[in-house]
Nanobody
Framework: QEQLVESGGGLVQAGGSLRLSCAAS????????MGWFRQAPGKEREFVAV????????YYADSVKGRFTISRDNTKNTVHLQMNSLKPEDTAVYYC????????????????WGQGTQVTVSS
């Protein structure tokens, strides 16, 4: 059974940093792209970042470029999202995703999802 478990969310002041982690088990740990989406109250799920299995390519939403960095450790089947210079508009539930291929920025293209971790940025 594929499973993704996120950790690292919390409350931080604007300008601060947080590091999210996602541990994968099952088939999601093998040759899968992994990444993050987020969903703010009353809004649709939004693409944040995805990284290929080899870590050779990373994709970012324009809204987080230069502030967020995605990385992965295939020896531990984990993916991380380092979030710096956080803004109140980054407040959302952050979801870890995985799939056999990069599906662009559409949430519907990704088959495996974690339960989510709350990130709250206060102004």
């Amino acid at each position: 059974q594929e499973q993704l478990v996120e950790s690292g969310g919390g409350l931080v002041q604007a300008g601060g940093s947080l590091r999210l982690s996602c541990a994968a088990s099952g088939r999601t740990s093998r040759n899968y792209v992994m990444g993050w989406f987020r969903q703010a109250p009353g809004k649709e799920r939004e693409f944040v970042a995805v990284i290929t299995w080899s870590a050779a390519t990373a994709y970012y939403a324009d809204s987080v470029k230069g502030r967020f960095t995605i990385s992965r450790d295939n020896t531990k089947n984990t993916v991380h999202l380092q979030m710096n210079s956080l803004k109140p508009e980054d407040t959302a539930v952050y979801y870890c995703i995985a799939d056999i291929r990069y599906g662009g920025t559409s949430a519907a293209e990704y088959d495996y999802w974690g339960q989510g971790t709350q990130v709250t940025v206060s102004s």
